[in-house]
């Protein structure tokens, strides 16, 4: 097959797998990720390869869908699990783009927990979420600042705006202490609706989830541009 870029041919007729991936779409995609796994990720664990494991067209299909066309490298460590992947594929979708709550404040919550963590391959691929959801790069720079202190209390950073700071001070004591002092539920439940409430603090525990996967496999973004 050729797709028309120097060095991009790949032999692909007679592999075990090529007969789950029928149709020239589908085998120009297999063939493209098979080509995309040809450099060193590293993390931990050998990233994913189809010829490794084989995983269904639709699982991959569908990842492929989400991430533009290509594999990150958490996919890589992902596919190693149908269950896993196919899972946090539809999950994880629907936490980051599929809320009505603020895209902003989400992102914000999340670049959050991905700094308290050390997430940084988190923070690689939220921060420019941030500013395109309307945040600006003055605000990131006071949520640099926070972390370097206790974000669990209460935010006084002037580049911040009000609701910005009980959202870090939210997501702080959610991801340190795994709990929110009373004081700080209220301001929040003064703020924000029940349904706001409750899709705000789903990103913010979905990505401790993702930050702790990443750290226990080093994962890091070396190669990907942020997405």
Known sequence: ???GEANSHVLIIGHRDVADWSGLFNACTYARTLL????NTHMRIPAWTPEQKHQPQDLVDAILA??????INLDRALLWSEPVARGWNVY???VRTGLPTSRKLCELGICTVALLTDAKYEYHHHAPDFLTAGGKQSELDALNRVVKGDARQAVTDADLGEIERLVVQYAAQLTVNAKVDDALFAAMQARFTTTELVELTTAIAAYN???RFLGAFQITPDGEPPR
């Not at 995309?36 to 450099?39: A, R, V, W």
């Not at 989400?66 to 594999?71: A, I, S, T």
């Open 209 to 211: 989830m993702v930050a």
């Open 66 to 71: 989400r991430r533009g066309g290509e594999l």
């Open 1 to 3: 097959l050729h797709f």
């Open 36 to 39: 995309s796994t040809n450099y």
């Open 92 to 94: 994880m979708k629907n």
